[in-house]
């Protein structure tokens, strides 16, 4: 992707479903005996992933503009190939819901990810306690469930997304209620509660930490929204904040960016709030933000880190960031000191100095969020910035550059030759 900057974003943005809603529900839909018809899925390579993975296991899934179908009444197979796994980590979230409809599955562990490693250890001690028999050898998990799954009290250590979604899809039919507690507190389990419930499930409590399950026989299928995607929202604002525009976003849940919003008036943005949209204006100067903890929702969200750090790079002064739910969640600013910013990390702790102004380069995308840092600073920056790496991109933006390009940036995806590529490996090697 090349971008040529400075170049301020100003006009209307639409933001797209939740990539981290649409996985879990396409994997809630392997438990409907009937059709399922799922609006607002954005066209991402998560998504397509997951979709692979329905089609393996013997679904029938079909796409209309931004709807998908799927029929999962010819659901046969339980397994899911170790390439489809490793594709996507976040496939764990299907075990609750094959087990549930199969009594059987078959996965490869779900490996490490950009973000450090990311164990599934709760998932599967959730699913033990829920009478899901597991057996790990060379590195796939062999499941088998006696008859149905049984509900059952069970409690986080930690309030893990995925965890939270594995038992409820687990729970969802099985023998008797699931009291889950310090569960997760997103808005995509809400989400997900709500698709249940329109299929006939008894999910009560999402949203707080404490979630009950009272299993049912079957579920059929629904029709539903998914809702807005809230790290493309803030990753928007953040682009429009770092170029210094003004931007008005569509379809929008401000309620979603409750603990996001004041981070940007904290860095001089002015802001109006409406239900579905939300308009902001960027400061001549952005101040900097004392300090920024991620935190499970309703906190600030682990995803927005890497887009509000690129941005909070040309405050005048410094931001404290405190990452406390990944591990290496600041792979990113190593490419962002190539553009100028000055970021020191230590451990869990980074602090962002601002600079005055920040100066194009060519820059590799680590991860998918650490990727949108990239486009939010390249925007910002003077002259060319050349970002490779953009599979990590579409694994949650839905046409980025186009929505930048129509707001005023001058961003494109290049096509590069092995040649090209053969200089920037011998470039980069001469630092
Ligand atoms: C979901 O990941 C999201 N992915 C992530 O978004 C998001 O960053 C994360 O939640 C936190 O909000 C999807 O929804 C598909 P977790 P998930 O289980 O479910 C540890 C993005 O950029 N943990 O809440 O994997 C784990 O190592 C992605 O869109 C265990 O120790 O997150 C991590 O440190 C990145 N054992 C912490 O909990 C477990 O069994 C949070 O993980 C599970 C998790």
Redesign the pocket.
Known sequence: MRIDGPCKLNGELRVHGA??ST??LLAASLLCKTEVVLHNCPRLS?VETAVRILKTLGCRVKREEETLLIDSSSLQGGEIPETLMREM??SI?FLGAIVSRLGKARLSFPGGCE??????????AALRRMGLQITEDHGCLDCTVPGRLTGCPISLS??????T?NVMLAAACAKGTTVLSNA?R?P?IVDLADFLNACGAHVSGAGGSEIVIEGVPSLHGCEHRVIPDR?VAATYLAAAAASGGEVLLHDVECAHLRLVLPVFEEAGCSMKVMQNQLWLCAPERLRPVKCIRTL??PGF???AQAPVMAMLCLADGASVFVEN???NRYKYTGELLRLGARIKVEGRVAVAEGVKSLSGASVQAPD??GGAALVVAGLASEGTTLISGLHHLDR?YEGLEKAFSETGARIQREKITLEDRKEEKDAASTF
């Open positions: 990539k981290n996985l879990p998560d980590r976040s979230v973000l450090g490693p990311r164990p599934i250890d709760l998932h599967l930690f309030p893990s997304v995925g965890a979604e997760a997103e995509e790290i499970p929702y969200p682990t995803d739910i990944f591990e998918l969020r949650g």
